[in-house]
Nanobody
């Protein structure tokens, strides 16, 4: 059974930083592209960053230059370093591979507020 466990969220002031982690278990990790997604209240889930198995990364325009996705295949873990956070980054953050998706984890709440 595949499990995705996200952590690292919290309350941060605008301009602050957070580092999210996602540990994947129950399947091979290294061969799949992985993404960080977020869902704000009343909005659809959106992809914010993606990393291919070889390390190539892509970002949504809204986070480009502020967020960095990385992965450690030895630890079955994908990370999201978030800098210069804005109130509009407030959301629940999830990790997953490309569709067809694994069962979604519980996510980690990120709240950016003064």
């Amino acid at each position: 059974q595949v499990q995705l466990v996200e952590s690292g969220g919290g309350l941060v002031q605008p301009g602050g930083s957070l580092r999210l982690s996602c540990v994947v278990s129950g399947r091979i990790f290294s061969i799949y592209p992985m993404g960080w997604y977020r869902q704000a209240p009343g909005k659809q889930r959106e992809l914010v960053a993606r990393i291919r198995s070889g390390g190539t990364t892509t970002y949504a325009d809204s986070v480009k230059g502020r967020f960095t996705i990385s992965r450690d295949n030895a630890k079955n873990t994908v990370y999201l370093q978030m800098n210069s956070l804005k109130p509009e980054d407030t959301a629940v953050y999830y990790c997953n591979k490309d569709a067809p998706y694994d069962h979604w984890g519980q996510g980690t709440q990120v709240t950016v507020s003064s």
